[in-house]
């Protein structure tokens, strides 16, 4: 909801649904992203990894520890269903190092758990990624980036997708 400039953001008590004043509230959840007044990513990359966490619980016994299917399969499996749910919403998002360091070490912990790996065997991320067959999720966060880039320049350039890549502000920094 956007604030007109003339009234206080902490003034939230004039705006009613059905008599109820609305809450000022830090952040919440809109169509499966998690917003913020504080634009951090740092909430949004922790929703992002207890979904993705959770995805994984689900399928855990029944197919990344499961003996009878092969690794192959587990990892196709992984690729199909958990990174997908990771990098949903990061196309349009510019993490930092940090975000990126956060995602790349979940990553790696669910390809050694995947794979039967523990850290006393001692191998290498370059390793167990190549073992996997799987790239960085550096690599594959670039990728989707760029595909949602190429799509949004063969927009026509009325839609505000496009505007606003190509927009610049008029006021403000």
């Known amino acids: 909801m956007e604030i007109p400039p003339n009234i206080s953001p902490n003034d939230a008590s004039i705006f009613t649904i059905n008599g109820m004043p609305l809450k000022n509230i830090s952040s919440f959840t809109y ?15 922790q929703h992002c990894l207890n979904l993705v966490s959770s995805a994984f619980g689900h ?3 029944r197919v990344f520890t499961n003996c009878n299917l092969r690794t192959h399969t587990r990892v196709a499996v992984y690729n199909a269903v958990v990174i997908p749910t990771l990098l949903y ?6 993490p930092y190092c940090h975000h990126i360091r ?19 065997h001692k191998v290498s991320h370059s390793e167990i990624r190549k ?5 960085p ?3 594959l966060l670039i990728c989707c980036q760029l595909q949602w880039l190429s799509h949004i320049i063969r927009i026509p350039s009325n839609r505000l997708p496009r505007r606003v890549l190509f927009g610049q502000l008029t006021h403000g920094q």
């Open 31 to 45: 169509l499966g992203s998690n917003l913020s007044f504080s634009c951090n990513l740092s909430n949004k990359v």
């Open 59 to 61: 399928l855990n016994d």
């Open 89 to 94: 919403g990061f196309k349009s998002w510019v």
């Open 102 to 120: 956060l995602l790349e070490s979940f990553h790696i912990r669910r390809l050694q758990q995947i794979l039967g790996l523990h850290w006393w």
């Open 131 to 135: 073992r996997a067959g799987v790239a």
């Open 137 to 139: 999720l550096e690599s």
